[in-house]
């Protein structure tokens, strides 16, 4: 599974979109990225994801680059419940038995 | 949110004793898997169980066994805690094994501390 480079931490302010990226250039067609999230004490939830074309669901977007080198999660309007460690990951089939989440980004919403 | 339920929530115990930690699951999910948390290393997989009685070691396996009986149950058994061991567990569960059908669901956790 390719490596994903996420930056350590990001503040937003309530309401505003929250837009947290994630590069993973040595990524393979056959690969596709997953976004989670761990609210503190809870378990990681999952958030979205996708292979080539950009997604939306209720909770998030996730904007693909056309190279899939890197990609964007959205958060739309943030909340101060969305501070979190979010997790970006690369992943194709058949091999995630071995996977293991990297550190991700702490998201901090500020009032 | 999935039916994932993780026994006892919170354990505290002595080095030596055995304990076992429950994950059970409503979905009918055919892959289940058990990871711990500790600061500074993220969620590391621990052992990962892919039906009735198959499981498989995941990269932080010694010192720790598994089984599964049942479809919705899977059992996760220091032999002889150690206060290495007191970490946060949780369970995970997925209907496939990567790609579209990876989504993993996770437990609430169980927080086990070793003395």
């Known amino acids: 599974d390719a490596k994903t480079t996420q930056p350590t931490s990001m503040d937003c302010a309530e309401g505003r979109a929250a837009n947290l990226p994630c590069n993973h250039s040595?990524?393979?067609?056959?690969?596709?990225v997953y976004w989670y999230r761990q609210i503190h004490s809870q378990g990681p939830q999952y958030i979205i994801h996708?292979?080539?074309n950009n997604e939306t669901n209720e909770m998030a977007s996730l904007i693909i680059t056309e190279d899939r080198k890197s990609s964007t999660l959205i958060l739309p309007h943030a909340t101060l419940r969305d501070t979190a460690v979010y997790y970006c990951?690369?992943?194709?089939?058949?091999?995630?038995?071995?996977?293991?989440f990297g550190k991700g980004t702490l998201l901090t919403v500020n009032p | 949110d999935a039916g994932i339920t993780q026994s006892p929530r919170h354990k505290v115990t002595e080095t030596g004793t055995p304990v076992t930690l429950r994950c059970h699951q409503t979905e009918n999910h055919r892959y289940m898997y058990w990871y711990r948390q500790d600061p500074g290393h993220g969620l590391r997989l621990i052992h990962y169980?892919?039906?009735?009685?198959?499981?498989d070691k995941g990269e932080v396996s010694d010192g720790y066994s598994v089984s599964r009986s049942k479809t919705e149950d899977f059992l996760l058994t220091l032999e002889s805690a150690t206060s290495s061991q007191t970490s946060v567990y949780f369970c995970a569960i997925s209907e496939g094994l990567g790609g579209a059908t990876w989504t993993q669901h996770f437990g609430d956790g169980t927080r086990l501390s070793i003395l």
């Open positions: 990951i690369a992943l194709k089939g058949g091999s995630n038995y071995k996977l293991t």
């Open positions: 996708g292979l080539k």
């Open positions: 040595t990524i393979s067609g056959n690969e596709y």
């Open positions: 169980s892919y039906g009735v009685k198959d499981t």
